[in-house]
């Protein structure tokens, strides 16, 4: 069974005015994520295609438990799946403001005087788009403060935020409307589903030309998304499917396979602690394209202690 | 499903008939690859079109960026159509 567009579709079906309010920021969106290759051109897309795919695993993922989530919870998840990113292509002039305001970028530059802008965001981009949708909030109009603090909650939860913290991630955020914003778990969503757009549609063919690559690091990322040909969401596990011709980049893909199955491991824990859900997906299984063989079995117990 | 391309000038049109989702967006994806250079406007043609998935918006939007928003889509039945209002991307494409 596909669920494709379920969030989108509740959304709009039973909250019309929000998911109006999603559509416009859709819109939006489209020119503030293109900004990230000021600084990063080579880099693997972080464009809205990366935004549609995370929306469709979170989708999959969520599956029939859309019954459980409530309007206001779907709209976060989607406004993050579309911010989560927007810290990747800020103005020089937004990254010079927001660093004064974060400690521990401060700490980092003073520590490290020779790192590069780009990568400086590259490290806290996920803290400068915690930081973008604060600043220009009345630009994606949100219904309330408690709406954009749980957005950018949970766009800044996609990599490296603590899920376990109470203050952070209440388990339960009460909008004056009654409804309930279960934080940690669409937090989760947007770190898990971040992750798993890794298959070869991630930079689809005819927007990159590979020949312009000439950063070792900026090949080898390129090869591993084309040699992972499909992710799907199966009825208890995600499984990934890969060709393996190229020897070259076999070890960087197994360590991309481990760095996965830590990921999905720790969301899962999140998600089973911390919230009223449950993932139907228990592990992630990668399969040899070629010959169908299981070649990396992940067990969410073995990652997380 | 079924693709057909017509180039005329700088202008690719491209009939897609059946369901373009996941496992019919890659064939799309390098036909695309290969006619775009020298292209300017893309014309999907969607009389024939009965579902397109987020796979295959995802192309279509990949086309409106490649090509700086020069793609019209023609035909769309209202389930396709549906599809764009549902996820915003209505207010992007030049639907017709």
Request: proline letters at 3%.
């Amino acid at each position: 069974m596909s669920f494709d567009f379920a969030l989108e579709t509740k959304l709009m079906t039973e909250a019309p005015q929000l998911h109006k309010l999603f559509s416009d920021n859709v819109l939006c969106c489209q020119n503030i994520l293109i900004k990230y290759k000021s600084f990063f051109p080579t880099f693997t897309d972080h464009t809205s295609l990366h935004s549609l795919e995370v929306i469709a695993f979170c989708n999959e993922l969520v599956g029939f438990m859309i019954d459980k989530l409530n309007c206001d919870e779907i709209f976060v998840l989607l406004m993050a799946a579309y911010l989560h990113d927007s810290g990747m292509g800020i103005s020089i002039g937004d990254f010079e403001d927001f660093s004064a305001q974060m400690p521990m970028v401060i700490a980092y530059r003073n520590e490290n005087p020779e790192t590069d802008i780009s990568e400086v965001i590259r490290i806290f981009h996920h803290e400068f788009s915690g930081m973008f949708i604060k600043k220009y909030r009345m630009i994606f109009d949100f219904p309330s403060e408690k709406h954009l603090w749980a957005i950018i909650q949970t766009s800044r939860g996609h990599r490296k935020t603590d899920l376990y913290d109470d203050a952070e991630y209440p388990p339960e955020l009460m909008l004056d409307n009654g409804n309930v914003i279960h934080l940690p778990f669409l937090s989760a969503l947007i770190r898990l589903t971040d992750e798993l757009d890794v298959a070869a549609d991630r930079n689809i063919q005819f927007m990159f030309d590979l020949r312009s690559l000439k950063r070792q690091i900026d090949i080898i990322a390129f090869n591993k998304h084309i040699s992972i040909r499909e992710v799907s969401c199966l009825e208890d596990s995600v499984r990934l499917s890969v060709d393996f011709s190229n020897e070259a980049i076999r070890q960087y893909l197994f360590e991309d396979f481990e760095k996965l199955a830590r990921t999905f491991a720790q969301c899962i824990d999140v998600i089973d602690k911390r919230s009223p859900f449950k993932l139907r997906q228990k592990r992630i299984e990668v399969y040899d394209c070629q010959s169908d063989e299981m070649v990396f079995p992940s067990d969410a117990g073995t990652f997380f202690h | 499903m079924e693709i057909k391309l017509q180039k005329e000038n700088q202008k690719l049109t491209v009939t897609v008939c059946g369901r373009l989702n996941s496992s019919t967006v890659p064939e799309l994806e390098v036909l695309l690859k290969e006619n775009m250079e020298d292209t300017k406007e893309i014309v999907f043609d969607f009389h024939n079109l009965e579902y397109i998935s987020s796979a295959g918006l995802r192309v279509l939007l990949a086309s409106y960026k490649k090509l700086a928003g020069k793609v019209k889509i023609l035909g769309a039945n209202s389930t396709v159509t549906d599809i764009f209002k549902i996820t915003g991307m209505a207010a992007i494409f030049d639907v017709d």
